[in-house]
């Protein structure tokens, strides 16, 4: 897993690991200091649960690693605890432990993205996904997942799309195959209230979404979905993933590479506000 990305050339496979799973890890050791701090306040679940917003069984499901706490119960949990930030340092890796194991790394670089390029081919991008069409996804994965993974992938997907309130706001760039607009994952109503979300997104300033149509004899892209990232040290990543397997790129040749590939695919497309025209359209159709 990468910890820190390095200037020369990186290539990262991210595989699942028993340890990146809840019930291990840094989830595990979460709840283990959850409890012994809640034991030596003198509180018992219901009442400390009470005091948090949570239930007693969610509160012993975290202590014994079967549920990944929010980013608010952990700020929450160590002001009742008095516990001085010691459960709240541990916020950003458990918070990193919501996503699948091939894309926390990716995930901790686009929090903190000054600038995205998003190429999607097979779904609507994660972060203009509405709730219900997130969850059709994680639903429609095999093998199954247990409910409460689905879950807590569903909250931190949404919980992703923060990104777009950020101050400064990074700048962002979607480029989707038309096949996706029209791929009703989830049902029609489901793919309509989608289409809708990505055109307000698109809306917006800092936001550009472009539409490849499937009639176009020329595409860039064939080898697949890529995003590309923008740090806030500076520094641009390629981030590419396909069945659970995933990649980052620093090594300056592929970058570039894929940064040419990127600005022909976005010549070849719609423009913005043709796209938006398209997405109106289809939306019609529904």
């Known amino acids: 897993m990468v910890t820190g990305v390095r200037d020369e050339e990186t290539t990262v496979r991210q595989q699942r690991r028993p340890e990146d799973e809840p019930g291990t890890g840094v989830v595990t050791a979460f709840g283990r200091q959850l409890k012994l701090l809640r034991t030596r306040a003198g509180m018992e679940r219901a009442e400390f649960g009470k005091r948090v917003g949570y239930s007693g069984e969610t509160v012993a499901s975290i202590e014994q690693g079967r549920r990944i706490p929010q980013a608010s119960f952990i700020d929450k949990a160590d002001e009742v605890l008095g ?35 998003l190429y999607a081919v097979y779904a609507v991008p994660g972060l203009l996904q509405t709730e219900d069409y997130a969850r059709a996804v994680f639903q429609m994965q095999r093998p199954l ?31 989707i195959e038309e096949s996706v607009l029209r791929r009703p994952l989830g049902g029609r109503q489901v793919m309509r209230e989608t289409l809708e979300q990505v055109l307000r997104t698109g809306q917006l300033r800092h936001v ?25 040290k500076g520094q641009r990543i390629a981030y590419a993933e396909v069945q659970d397997d995933s990649r980052l790129y620093t090594e300056v040749a592929k970058v570039r590479e894929l940064e040419a590939r990127y600005g022909i695919l976005r010549s070849q497309a719609l423009t913005p506000s043709e796209s938006s025209a398209f997405i109106e359209k289809l939306m019609g159709e529904s």
Do not use: C
């Open 83 to 117: 516990a001085g930030g010691v459960l709240t340092a541990l916020k950003e890796e458990v918070g990193r432990a919501q996503y699948p194991a091939y894309f926390r790394d990716a995930a901790r670089l686009e929090a903190r993205a000054t600038g995205l390029n």
């Open 145 to 175: 997942l247990p409910d409460e993974v689905i879950e807590q992938r569903l909250e931190a997907r949404l919980a992703r799309q923060e990104v777009f309130g950020r101050r400064p706001a990074p700048l962002m760039s979607f480029v």
């Open 208 to 232: 550009e979404v472009q539409v490849m149509p499937t009639d176009r004899e020329d595409n860039a892209a064939l080898g697949g979905p890529f995003t590309l990232i923008d740090t806030d």
